[in-house]
């Protein structure tokens, strides 16, 4: 809406500046644009963020103060992402005097882990640190728990819960730390060791892909096969597996085959279909996603 022309002060996000020369879609010099009217301008400082508003405006001064403004918000929000608690470092916050409660978030799959999760953590508390369990549920972890971790500065443990990717993508837009475990005594063992400044594992899981269950073929002497399409990154023959039902997880174990088109296969990549086993494990649903993980060792500094 509206009209710029050349001269014109303008803003776009933390970026003011002069429009000197304006040049239409055929690369014609022009003075002035309205709506619709798609344009290359020259006379910005630095280059703004992709899909900002330009605005155009009559005093100069004040745009200047707008985007100084809008400069320390912008420090303002990266401060808090950055302070944001995780057990990376929680020592160092420790040791700086700026923890005093260590606020967590439990996700599980039964109640009884959430119950037994937030008794083991809780006697750990000691004389600098208080662990709190500010909120502790059965099922996979949501977006609302995104959102409480974020203004409670909490950390999420999910235990035999798998979260999707679009919560993956907001915690780390976030900045919430969510850590996942299938064995207790790994997750009291983190927040221990974080308390001490001893959190330097030596073994990394990684995971390789997602296939999703499609179809099912009963096979006399083999059992369950699932019909599955790889979603995203890869399935691997030697993978370990999870089969994951609405986020939770169901079953822990390692794929018996993987077949791409009859053939017996090493892997397969995503955007193809293959069909596949787990071992020792037929009640594979259409609709389950099997995730394919291992551990690698990675240098901690």
Known sequence: NGEINVGDTIIAGNVVGHIRAMTDSRGRRIKKAGPSIPVEILGLPEVPQAGEILFAVDDDKTARQLVEKRKIKQREEQLHRSSKMSLDTLAAQMAAGDVKDLNII??????????????????????????????????????????LADVSNAIIIGFNVRPSQMIIDKAKETGVDIRLYSVIYNAIEDVENAMKGMLAPKIEEVVWGHAEVRQLFKVSGIGTIGGCYVTDGKIMRSSNVRVIRDDVVVYTGVLGSLQHEKDSVKEVVSGHECGLTVEKYNDIKIGDVIEAFGNVEVKRD
Do not use: P
């Open 106 to 147: 439990i996700k599980a799959d039964v109640q009884g882990s959430v119950e037994a999760v937030q008794q083991s953590l809780e006697k750990l508390t000691n004389e600098e640190v208080k662990i709190n369990v500010i909120h502790g549920a059965v099922g996979a972890i949501n977006e609302s728990d995104i959102v």
